[in-house]
């Protein structure tokens, strides 16, 4: 509509033909006159765009908040019931060498459906400060040969002048509580296999290369690893090595693979062996389901709920505004300029 | 030409110049010592190597780098800037252990950077490099030796050389004319582009060398010049010439600069003395001063603010960490162990946490760097060198005539254009086409001429706009359409034309009138020898248009010699063509001060005639009682004449007795040769005493053509709210004039004339003390202004605004320091100002005074050399790429072929340009700003130990991949209105004078719409994404994944963003901003399937980690809503209740109301200014007149109702415009 009469003056002016002239060709593009979609935000789109976003919205809130309440799930914290009443320095008692077994129960009080998730669960750890998560060499963890590539990792890089593998501060600290679960008597198995990711064990961890020389050095770091097994079998030290991005964080430690009923026991039997003492940190043990969503978080469907509420609110607010108040069109009167006169 | 067949004549009789007898005065005597220390050798070629006079060659170079000084130049151009060398430091200190990233993929996006914008400096430096090129390398024919004459290139002239410079070629050097193919040694010579005057001045050479008018003379010609050594002043020289033994003094007079052109002439001599940069010229030419808008310095502002945030939370970011790391090691015992704070690096040393916190503060603020947007310069350099090619390209400002687009020389100004609020314009060239055109005249008290002025025109074009076709049917029988055929004569009127003026009742005064315009004048005629066909040239424009109208009504002249004036003129007696030849006695010449010119001349009957013509302030006091019989109706004339514009002279004539002239020629010739100091003062007395007692003949209007579409243009910048100031070296009058012509002067508008060009300094001039007399006018001056000042505080502005007409000498003063303020505000206060007499200097001073004292954004423009002061001294410099005349335009910033072309620069490419850059960079400042607070937010999840949230890739590819290219399309390609709207609403135009899209409060509410943003992203995701398993397998978020979570977050919120904001989606942006979002899918695709040990954590993120899970996209989806939520509420309600003038263009484009012209009209007329110069205004004021007048007639007359019913509308109307204001 904008451009047709000054296109008839470019296009047709028989100067152009001439050939040296300065003329600039005439062309949508150079004269600015591309067609375009110029939106505006009028009363109806914007009580559509709205109105879309809340029908959008609550549904699927709705479908998020189902799923997340679907999850069931057990939190244990078990840093100060595991320590003996009569200890009153925590942690000199985690660092000694005493028997540190200790015996919670969890009742389960409703159906869960297997695989049911092992995590546990830590807080105040800050797995993601920036030493912490330098501390490593990617290389060393993949290559057999590159064994020696151990710059990044001080002060846990040799022990006794040889190298450590795996070295740096993230494989040293390793988490080395254990859980072990009875249903009764009987043994739940908890499968240790498939919690990292494919990923990791294939690509950035070797086949062929084995712990050495690890937790060797003046400070006893967390756990010990079999010097038998190749790094890339080593699930628990790949989900410990992809550092959390927050300070409170749960980790893959297992998968049980029955159901559990409602009205159940589950006695654990852990060994309470991990410093979280010093930086007070908790320990949780954490069971829990999943959903087509992940885990039990309300906050995805809520936000959801809320942001298509608020939509159908403003939807109807300027629906409310655009019949009792229509538009004056073009009123200058709104002009800053017109408004105080000078206008500086 | 070529053979010289033109008559020689000796125009020294015609010009009373006294060239070539300057005598060794005492500034002769400084020759050959300190500063006059040049000697040449002409013509001697061995001999000036040999004596080691080597004065460097004629080469010119205005590049700003050679090829070996590119690289270390344009790099420290670069890191001058100092985001850059900010990111600079940043990426130097990234190789070291602070960094909080590799140092790799933090130098790449510096290096894109970087020589993306030296790729532009090169580019622009190779076209300057370019125009060197072309213009060291053209022609000039120079003496080989043995009188041989041949083309050389101007580069390779020496001082020494003898050129040879033919009719219409520049001067390639300054050179020192010896002969030119008149016997006595003339040259005309166009200064224009020196100092934009378009007169020809004539130069003469020493009677010495006037011989060698011939190529062989120069086989053993020899000559030794000493003269002062380079300087920048044009109109002085010092220097003697030795030829033939004998030595001659040298002036200005035998001065030929470079860049100014032979005329008139067919050919002359010269010697070159000064080349290449030691030319005048190019003494003159400063650097150009390097512009930035004010866009950019307060970019520069932001950027400054910005880099206070940074240090704010990288400050606050360092304390946490300096406490947090004291704490990890209490009494030996480690807290936080498993960092090991016992055996650590100085980065983490709780033992001493403070150095540990300062270093942490060096990592933070590489950190949140990203704060500040590394492609912003890049980005807006691509952006304005595109926005530039968009003007030079516009069809609508190229220009047939002279074949010329309109030529953005440099772009930083781009967003300027939209900002102006006062132009400062030049007159000659520039509104007017320097051509004159008799148009009209009134002989014996009747007005003949039907030709209609460019200002009559604009007017009747506005009032049919403006009232509709009632008056459109009224109007047409007096303009005519058609364009005049010939170049000088737009008049029209059968009654004196084709010989009818013999049937006129005072014909034989219209005979005197016409042979008057044929002999009183100084022009030559020139005869095309094979059509018969005569035209001249003359002097000044004016002058010709007379001769051509005398020749085209009937009274040709055809031939000039040393003492005739021979004309072909109609017999009335016989109807045939005769020749007659009048005895020319005396030209009795112009000046400004005597404002009018006189011959003196035996007809064929032997009466002696006094022929006279001039302005109208001298020759009505000049006439004789009995001569007066038209006086009456030749001043009604003269007035309505100037009313529209026209310079107008009187003509009047006398009969002389022999006694009587005999009295005077030979006081007149006795007093020419008086060599006293008050030789002037006697002749100019003895004059007087001949011009008086004249009979009036009428008067002649000549229009100074105005260039095409002016008037309109100037209306339509009024509208705009653009101020417009005339700066002028013309006349007073004529200044006048053209702003009559121009609607900057009304009738009825109150003229506040500060001259110092009145009886009274002139007296003051004749005293001896010359520092009182300064003293004197400066205290006129200043009473003058303050004068005015009560004026302008007392009137009613609402019908009468005020126009100021300065002149230069009081200009002068009121410049200086202590009286400058006062004329700023009286200048300010008034409607129009106009300044004329103006030197270059001054229009530089006036434009500085403008743009210093009220900060607000001037634009100049002008075509001469005269105008490159004010050029380079405004904020932005529109050159006129005139006819002729390259000065100005390379001196501007823009280059367009006419004025009217500054209405489309300015309302529509200014506008769009300014709101592209502002918007483009608010938004830039919402995406870094939106990125970099994620950051943060992080950090204080992870003790601000400095861990970035994201890869290293992914930072710092931010700016240059996923973010750049919209933004791009932002600032090249968005509109908010189009441009035929933007020309209909020209009000819109004030959102940039006003600076209402950068203002303070809308960049602070981008920012905060950034770090809102940023919150909602950071505070959702993390909330989201806690601990719990974010798939079904049970996997839990870590580092990688949230990382690439929220880095998806911010592409999406960020393009999204640019997607609700801008206002004009053309396939372009939908191709860049959505293929961003794609492109950052591809990029996680392509990057982490590539082998680890290069990817790290990036490895496979989205193909194994991100897009099997659903909360992954249902989180992308709630955060991309989330975020852009409190934009568009804000948005949707602003463009509802408070919407901005092109929000409300766009609501009417949207309804289809541009197409009800009723509706348009009414909201252009309630949103426009009331606009207090151009024709609207004007159109306006005379209606308030009438409307006042028919009040009159309405009390007296009980019958006219419907008179009082439109005098109610009018006065209605004048109410409604007061309000607006």
């Known amino acids: 509509m904008a451009s047709s009469s000054a296109a008839g003056a470019g296009s047709t002016d028989p100067t152009a033909a001439r050939r040296n002239t300065k003329r600039p060709k005439y062309s949508k593009f150079t004269q600015q006159e591309l067609p375009a979609c110029k939106p505006i935000l009028t009363p109806r789109a914007v009580i559509s765009a709205f109105l879309l976003v809340s029908v959008v919205f609550v549904p699927i809130g709705v479908a998020a908040l189902i799923a997340s309440r679907k999850v069931v799930e057990i939190v244990y914290r078990y840093e100060s019931k595991c320590i003996p009443s009569n200890v009153t320095d925590r942690v000199a008692y985690i660092q000694s060498s005493a028997d540190k077994t200790c015996r919670i129960s969890l009742d389960v009080t409703k159906h869960m459906k297997s695989p049911i998730y092992v995590y546990y669960q830590l807080d105040n750890f800050y797995q993601n400060h920036r030493r912490y998560v330098k501390s490593r060499s990617d290389e060393q963890l993949r290559d057999r040969s590159e064994e020696g590539s151990t710059s990044a990792c001080k002060p846990e890089d040799t022990a006794n002048g040889k190298p450590i593998v795996p070295c740096g501060l993230i494989a040293w600290s390793l988490f080395n509580d254990t859980y072990s679960f009875f249903r009764g008597n009987k043994n739940l198995t908890v499968n240790k296999k498939g919690i990292s990711w494919k990923s990791d064990r294939e690509h950035k961890f070797g086949k062929d290369v084995f712990p050495k020389n690890f937790q060797n050095s003046s400070i006893r770091g967390g756990a010990s690893l079999n010097e038998s097994i190749p790094l890339s079998e080593q699930e628990d030290l790949i989900v410990w090595m992809r550092t959390a991005a927050l300070p409170t964080f749960r980790k893959l430690y297992g998968k049980i693979e029955v159901d559990l009923n409602e009205g159940d026991t589950i006695n654990v039997t852990l060994q309470n062996n991990y410093n979280t003492y010093s930086f007070s940190g908790r320990k949780k043990l954490v069971l829990s389901t999943t959903s087509w969503l992940g885990g039990k978080n309300d906050f995805l469907g809520i936000a959801y709920l809320t942001v298509g509420g608020l939509c159908f609110f403003l939807a109807l607010a300027f629906t409310i505004v655009y019949f009792v108040k229509p538009r004056q069109l073009g009123d200058p009167s709104y002009l800053s300029w017109n408004r105080n006169p000078g206008g500086h | ?1221």
Request: charged share 25%.
């Open chain 2, 1 to 1221: 030409m070529a053979g010289g067949r033109r008559r020689r004549h000796h125009f020294s009789r015609i010009h009373a110049f006294t060239c070539g007898k300057a005598s060794f005065k005492e500034e002769h005597s400084l020759i050959g010592g300190p500063g006059f220390s040049r000697k040449v050798y002409c013509n001697e070629p061995e001999r000036a190597t040999e004596s080691l006079l080597s004065y460097g060659d004629n080469y010119v170079r205005t590049t700003k780098y050679t090829l070996a000084t590119f690289i270390p130049k344009s790099l420290f151009e670069q890191f001058r800037r100092v985001a850059n060398f900010y990111f600079l430091v940043c990426a130097i200190l990234s190789f070291f252990p602070v960094s909080p990233y590799s140092g790799i993929s933090n130098v790449v996006p510096l290096l894109v950077v970087v020589a993306a914008s030296m790729v532009k400096e090169f580019i622009e430096d190779f076209r300057r490099k370019q125009q060197d090129i072309e213009m060291n390398n053209r022609k000039v024919k120079v003496h080989r030796g043995d009188g041989v004459f041949d083309l050389s290139r101007w580069r390779e002239l020496k001082v020494g050389d003898v050129v040879r410079v033919e009719k219409d070629e520049f001067f390639p050097a300054d050179l020192i004319l010896l002969a030119s193919n008149y016997d006595d040694a003339i040259c005309y010579v166009e200064t224009m582009n020196l100092d934009g005057e378009t007169n020809l001045k004539l130069k003469q050479a020493l009677e010495g060398t006037s011989k060698l008018q011939e190529d062989s003379n120069f086989q053993n010609f020899r000559a030794v010049i000493t003269c002062e050594d380079p300087n920048a002043n044009l109109y002085t020289f010092v220097g003697s010439l030795e030829f033939e033994d004998q030595q001659q003094p040298l002036a200005p007079q035998q001065l030929l600069l470079r860049d100014s052109k032979l005329r008139n002439t067919d050919f002359i001599y010269g010697v070159v003395i000064f080349t290449g940069h030691d030319t005048k010229v190019m003494q003159n030419a400063t650097d150009p001063p390097s512009k930035r808008s004010k866009i950019e310095k307060r970019m520069d502002k932001i950027i400054y603010c910005l880099f206070a945030v940074l240090i704010l939370i990288s400050l606050i970011g360092s304390i946490f960490f300096g406490i947090k790391t004291s704490d990890d090691l209490e009494n030996g015992r480690m807290k936080r162990w498993y960092l090991r704070p016992d055996d650590t690096k100085i980065y983490y040393d709780p033992n001493s946490p403070v150095v540990a916190a300062i270093l942490h503060f060096l990592t933070a603020l590489m950190l949140y760097g990203y704060l500040i947007p590394i492609s912003l310069y890049v980005s807006i350099e691509i952006v304005k060198v595109l926005q530039s090619i968009f003007i030079n390209q516009d069809v609508q400002m190229y220009y047939a005539e002279t074949d010329k687009p309109a030529h953005a020389r440099t772009s930083n100004l781009n967003e300027e254009l939209g900002q102006v609020d006062t132009i400062l314009s030049d007159k000659t060239g520039t509104l007017t086409c320097n051509s004159m055109e008799f148009i009209k005249c009134s002989i014996a008290g009747v007005a003949y001429g039907r030709g209609a002025t460019e200002v009559e025109r604009a007017l009747s074009r506005r009032q049919e706009t403006a009232l509709g076709q009632e008056l459109r049917a009224k109007n047409t029988g007096k303009i005519s359409e058609s364009k005049p055929s010939i170049k000088g004569f737009n008049f029209k009127d059968e009654r004196i034309m084709n010989g009818n003026w013999i049937k006129e009742p005072n014909a034989n005064v219209i005979q005197n009138f016409l042979r008057l315009l044929a002999v009183c004048h100084t022009a030559i005629p020139e005869v095309d020898e094979e059509t018969g066909k005569v035209s001249y040239e003359a002097e000044s424009p004016d002058e010709a248009a007379f001769v051509i109208a005398a020749r085209e009504l009937g009274f040709e002249f055809y031939e000039r010699t040393q003492s005739t004036i021979s004309l072909r003129e109609l017999d009335p007696m016989s109807g045939n063509k005769t020749e007659r030849s009048y005895k020319l006695l005396n030209i009795l010449e112009f000046s400004s001060a005597r404002k009018r010119m006189s011959v003196i001349v035996r007809d064929e009957e032997g009466k002696l005639l006094l022929l006279s013509k001039g302005a109208d302030s001298v020759m009505f006091e000049r006439i004789a009682k009995d001569g007066r019989e038209f006086e009456e109706n030749t001043k009604q004339h003269i007035s309505e004449y100037a009313e529209s514009g026209l310079r107008t002279l009187i003509l009047a004539y006398r009969e002389l007795n022999e006694e009587e002239y005999n009295q005077f020629n030979k006081e007149f010739i006795e007093a020419k040769n008086l060599v006293s100091a008050d030789q002037e003062q006697i002749v100019e007395r003895i004059v007087q005493n001949i011009e008086k007692d004249l009979i009036l003949l009428g008067a002649t209007a000549v229009e100074d053509k105005l260039q095409d579409g002016v008037p309109e243009c100037i209306d339509k910048l009024a509208q705009a709210g653009i101020k417009l100031w005339v700066l002028t070296g013309d006349k007073m009058e004529t200044a006048i004039n053209i702003g009559f012509a121009c609607s900057l002067l009304r009738q009825g508008m109150k003229q506040i004339i500060i001259s110092s060009d009145t009886p009274e300094t002139k007296s003051l001039e004749k005293m001896e003390d010359k520092s009182a007399a300064e003293a004197a006018i400066k205290s006129s001056v200043i009473r003058q202004l303050r004068d005015a000042k009560t004026i302008l505080t007392t009137s009613d502005e609402n019908f009468e605004a005020l126009a100021l007409i300065i002149d230069g000498k009081s200009l002068t003063h009121a410049l200086e320091d202590d009286v400058k303020d006062l004329f700023l505000e009286l200048a300010i206060g008034c409607a129009s100002v106009i300044c004329c007499r103006s030197s270059p200097k001054q229009k530089a001073l006036v434009t500085r005074l403008v743009k210093m004292r009220t900060g607000s954004t001037t634009l100049a423009i002008g075509d001469g050399a005269n105008d490159v002061g004010m050029l380079q001294e405004a904020d932005i410099g529109i050159g006129i790429s005139g006819v002729e005349g390259m000065q100005a335009v390379m001196s501007s910033d823009i280059a367009i072929a006419q004025f009217q072309f500054l209405e489309r620069l300015l309302l529509v490419h200014g506008h769009w340009c300014y709101r592209r850059i502002s918007s483009m960079i608010c938004y830039f400042f919402y995406k870094n700003i939106t990125f970099g607070f994620t950051l943060f937010f992080f950090e204080m999840y992870a003790s601000f130990s400095g861990q970035a949230a994201y890869n290293d890739w992914f930072l710092s590819l931010f700016n240059v991949f996923f973010t750049s290219l919209p933004v791009i399309a932002l600032g090249v390609f968005d509109q908010d209105v189009s441009s035929k709207l933007c020309l209909k609403f020209p009000l819109l135009y004030q959102e940039g004078t006003q600076n209402i899209l950068f203002s303070w409060k809308r960049i602070i509410g981008w920012a905060l719409n950034g770090v809102v943003s940023s919150a909602i992203i950071f505070f959702f995701c993390i909330r989201t994404m806690e601990h719990q398993a974010f798939r079904k397998g049970g996997e839990v978020v870590e580092l990688e994944v949230l990382g690439a979570t929220m880095y998806t977050c911010v592409v999406w919120v960020v393009n999204c963003q640019m997607a609700l904001s801008i206002s004009y989606f053309t396939y372009i942006q939908h191709i860049f901003i959505w293929g961003s979002i794609i492109f950052w899918y591809i990029f996680l695709l392509a990057y982490g399937a590539i082998s680890p040990s290069f990817s790290t954590t990036a490895y496979k993120v989205f193909i194994e980690a991100l897009a099997p899970a659903p909360s992954f996209w249902f989180t992308t989806l709630l955060i991309l809503i989330a975020a852009l939520l409190p934009y568009f509420i804000y948005a949707s309600i602003q463009m509802r209740f408070f919407p901005m003038y092109h929000q409300m263009i766009q609501w009417i484009r949207k309804d289809g109301q541009t197409s009800d012209p009723d509706y348009c009209d009414m909201v252009r007329q309630r949103s426009i200014r009331h606009t207090t110069v151009g024709t609207t205004a004007r159109l306006e004021a005379s209606k308030r007149l009438e409307a006042s007048k028919r009040l009159e007639i309405s009390v007296h007359s009980s019958a006219s109702k419907r008179l009082e019913l439109s005098n109610f509308a009018a006065s209605k109307r004048s109410e409604v415009i007061s309000e607006d204001r």
